[in-house]
């Protein structure tokens, strides 16, 4: 909870936002001023998180696959209508559908989730961009990974999607600039149902390598991220925050 008010007046979409580190970061956009729309493949899902954000006044949902253009082009212009501007895109959505070595990875496991984790990111700016952000500017925040910073056995290729992700928001900060921010965060390991298997039945000694002593919640993201939307960060582009509790600073992932 924050008691700022920095976002007031502000529109943001936030994708793959029905649950974990998406809501999260709704919730924070929200408490601090902001209206929402978010995106998520369940519409149930979405309809619950919705009411938890205060319902209609402040959020509404669009359901549909993050990599499908022709929703991303319907929530974008639902946003605009519904809100009357779109001032923030939280890219979030990400997926990670194999666990294991590279030499054994399905290659259509591989464009899917450099489909959805990188490509979709992309097409999502450019969307906002050509709907409003080009016009009246904004800010763009990418959800990316501390696996995308340093070799992650096990989710190797998801880290190859955020390292491409982390590199694409330093392209598209240069490209967008000065009228859009383009920011990113890596977390490290968050408590969150997508996570789980990086950290159920051993949390102990999983969190044992992190200076801080524990795992992430997703408010710890939720807070980073609304910093960076925001006029606070007014002289920030193209950088990647890495919020993991100083894990990478004792040599893990």
Not at 41 to 50: C, P, T, Y
Not at 69 to 83: L, M, S
Request: glycine share 14%.
């Amino acid at each position: 909870m924050s008691d700022s008010n920095r976002l007031a007046g502000r529109t943001a979409i936030v994708t793959g936002a029905s649950r974990g580190i998406g809501l999260a970061i709704a919730e924070r956009l929200v408490d601090e001023g902001a209206r929402v729309c978010i995106t998520g493949r369940d519409e149930h899902a979405l309809e619950s998180a919705v009411d938890e954000l205060g319902g209609r006044d402040h959020a509404i949902g669009m359901a549909g696959r993050a990599d499908d253009t022709a929703h991303q082009g319907a929530t974008v212009a639902r946003t605009i209508e519904v809100f009357g501007s779109l001032d923030i895109l939280v890219n979030n959505a990400g997926i990670n559908p194999a666990y294991g070595g590279l030499m054994s990875l399905d290659l259509a496991a591989a464009r899917k989730i450099l489909e959805v984790n990188c490509v979709g990111a992309l097409s999502w700016t450019q969307q906002a961009h050509a709907a409003w952000l080009a016009e009246h500017g904004g800010s763009v925040v990418n959800v990316a990974s501390v696996a995308g910073l340093r070799p992650s056995p096990g989710i190797g290729f998801y880290g190859v999607s955020k390292a491409g992700l982390i590199h694409l928001t330093e392209e598209l900060a240069v490209e967008l600039g000065p009228r859009v921010r383009v920011n990113a965060v890596a977390p490290g390991i968050v408590k969150t149902r997508f996570a789980q298997a990086l950290y159920e039945g051993r949390e102990e000694e999983v969190a044992a390598a992190y200076p801080l002593k524990r795992l992430g919640m997703p408010d710890d993201i939720g807070s980073v991220v609304a910093f960076l939307a925001s006029e606070d960060a007014g002289w920030m582009t193209g950088q990647t925050i890495t919020v993991d509790g100083g894990v990478l600073l004792s040599g893990g992932v």
